[in-house]
């Protein structure tokens, strides 16, 4: 057999369809048997999920998706509206659902999550396996504002409220503003978004949130999980972690534990990592 030249550096076919500015990919061995696919939250990157590429076994495949305004996307056209985000999302991951996934989405990421999942039944695609809502009450029951419409100081005084932005890029006035632009983008998206009447799941879901979290703390996902239990016909589980709104940070082990127990027990045991026990 002719071996045709430089075959070994050109890239898989799954390689190719996952060469979109929406995707980034960190993880996953010669064969996976699952995909973890990873939504931000408002402001985030897919770099906030590269971390748990190295506490990924091979079995899974890392996709997190990467919104356009921010990084190496800052001049890419913003989505409109919640709609035309998730329908893009979706475009890109479409080709990569060949095996059985998993949604995450922290904060705003939730809700992506939650409405990808329908966008992606409605074309026909397999649901997912298991839908993972960190940090946000159900979508129609979480409680929203108008930050979108207000001056820099009031946007950055809700980021140190939350957490997760060092005061050092708050200070510093290059950093603020592109921080700020592409907060203030998503949250305009998940300010106006006013979900659709939708049956429910049909996967489990599980709610992750930090104890002390402003935005959904324990107290609150005690009721229906936070809303989230209305929305699936499945088991519906709380988490509740130590922690704040970016709780996911400091305890990511835990969580990406949680997550791949949750995904398949037999992915917490063996291999290269020794996972952190969890309830």
Do not use: K
């Not at 200070?171 to 592109?178: F, N, T």
């Not at 009447?197 to 489990?204: G, T």
């Amino acid at each position: 057999m002719t071996v045709p030249p430089n075959a070994s550096t050109r890239p898989s076919a799954r390689a190719a369809r996952a060469d979109s500015p929406w995707i980034r990919r960190w993880s996953g061995g010669s064969a996976p048997r699952y995909t973890l696919v990873c939504l931000p939250h408002a402001g985030g990157t897919a770099g906030f999920y590269r971390p748990w590429a190295a506490l990924m076994p091979p079995e899974v495949e890392l996709l997190a998706i990467q919104y356009p305004g921010r990084e190496d996307r800052f001049e890419d056209t913003e989505a409109a509206d919640m709609h035309e985000l998730v329908g893009a999302v979706a475009d890109a991951l479409q080709p990569l659902i060949d095996r059985p996934y998993a949604l995450f989405g922290h904060s705003m990421g939730s809700a992506v999550a939650w409405e990808l999942a329908h966008e992606l039944t409605g074309r026909g695609v397999p649901g997912p396996r298991r839908l993972f809502a960190s940090g946000r009450a159900a979508p129609g029951t979480a409680v929203t504002g108008h930050l979108h419409r207000q001056n820099d100081e009031t946007l950055s005084a809700e980021l140190a409220r939350l957490g997760g932005t060092s005061r050092e890029v708050l200070d510093d006035p290059g950093l603020r503003s592109l921080v700020l632009t592409a907060v203030r983008h998503d949250y305009r998206i998940i300010e106006t978004y006013r979900p659709a009447d939708r049956p429910p799941l049909s996967c489990p879901l599980h709610v992750l949130t930090g104890s002390a979290d402003p935005e959904l703390g324990e107290e609150r996902s005690r009721d229906r999980a936070g809303g989230w239990a209305d929305l699936t016909t499945a088991r519906t589980e709380v988490r509740a972690f130590p922690g704040d709104h970016f709780y996911l940070t400091p305890r990511r082990r835990e969580v990406v534990a949680t997550v791949l127990r949750r995904l398949d027990p037999s992915l917490t045991t063996g291999g290269a990592h020794t996972w952190p026990s969890t309830p």
